[in-house]
């Protein structure tokens, strides 16, 4: 487990918010497989953590009591075999949501935030989709039209300008502002018309290419994209 370190202001706080949360995304995410079989139900109660650093970890709960920082929820792997895999990674998202707050939320206790401070972080976080609203596909159906799904279909992946020469300077800023709230499903963070950017042709959801280790050489010769997530769903028995 990494070591404990302090922040002490609103900005640093949300750092370290964002850096857990980004870890944890990942575990529910991009190494969802791996994720899964660390949670083995006949080991002892288990918890996930996010660390600053953006890794996650699956691991027993702190001995000290209390512990250094508030503990994520225990046990979640005794109902992985028992649910639906997306029911229990919805589940686990919902536990590392109300974990996260609660470690911002206790820096800012320790560090003596006053209400403006306060109220500002939670406007910072809040202003991030939830980790369950990414695991469950909530936020890209929150923050995208019909129109808009439609549009991104027929155009399977974006790069920055440089790769795309053809396209006119007027149509990259009409793209931008059409698409600007379109969430990445692995990191959560807004569509930028100078990233690479590819939807998965299985749950249409789009990730920033450096995410999912797809550059837009390699995707020129994938006709049928499928996401870490799609590739790692196992069938139902």
């Known amino acids: 487990m990494e070591t404990a370190y302090n922040p002490r202001t609103v900005e640093e ?21 791996a994720f899964f079989q660390q ?20 691991n027993l709960p702190a001995e000290e009591v209390p512990p250094e920082l508030p503990e994520p929820a225990l046990g ?23 974990w996260l707050l609660s470690v911002a939320f206790y820096f800012g206790a320790r560090f003596g935030f006053d209400k403006t401070d306060r109220k500002r972080l939670f406007n910072m976080i809040n202003e991030l989709p939830t980790i369950f609203e990414i695991v469950s596909g909530n936020a890209k ?18 790069s920055n300008t440089k790769g795309r020469g053809s396209e006119l300077h007027g149509e990259i800023d009409e793209e931008e502002e059409e698409h600007g709230d379109t969430l990445c499903g692995a990191c959560g963070e807004n569509y930028a018309s100078d990233e690479f950017w590819i939807c998965c ?12 280790k797809i550059t837009p050489a390699k995707a020129e010769h994938i006709k049928h994209y499928k ?8 069938p139902r028995p």
Request: charge should be neutral; proline fraction near 3%.
């Open 13 to 33: 706080v949300f750092r370290d918010f964002k850096g857990r949360r980004n870890g944890m995304i990942k575990a529910l995410t991009i190494d969802v497989e």
């Open 76 to 98: 979640i792997n005794f109902a992985r075999d028992g649910m639906q895999e997306n029911d229990w990674l919805s589940l686990v998202a919902v536990h590392s949501d109300a």
């Open 201 to 212: 042709d299985m749950c249409e959801r789009w990730f920033h290419g450096t995410c999912v």
């Open 39 to 58: 949670c083995d139900p006949e080991k002892e109660n288990l918890c996930l953590y996010g660390f600053p650093s953006e890794q996650w970890e699956v």
């Open 227 to 234: 996401c870490p997530s799609c590739t790692n769903k196992r």
């Open 141 to 158: 159906k929150q923050m995208r039209e019909k129109s808009s799904v439609a549009h991104h279909s027929n155009n399977k992946s974006k």
